[in-house]
């Protein structure tokens, strides 16, 4: 799976990607950038 990294500013491999769930019922995904290390975040269910 690949998130928008704002350190790198690119597209990047999520590394030890965590389902969460927002307030409003949808889906999201959260983990670190596979480059840098920072935190990544993006809405949708990790495949």
Do not use: H, W
Not at 20 to 40: D, F, Q
């Amino acid at each position: 799976m690949q998130a928008y990294c704002l350190k790198c500013k690119g597209q990047r491999d999520v590394v030890d990607p965590i389902e969460k769930t927002l307030k409003n019922g949808r889906a999201a995904t959260e983990g670190k950038c596979g480059e840098c290390g920072s935190k990544v975040f993006r809405i949708g269910k990790a495949t």
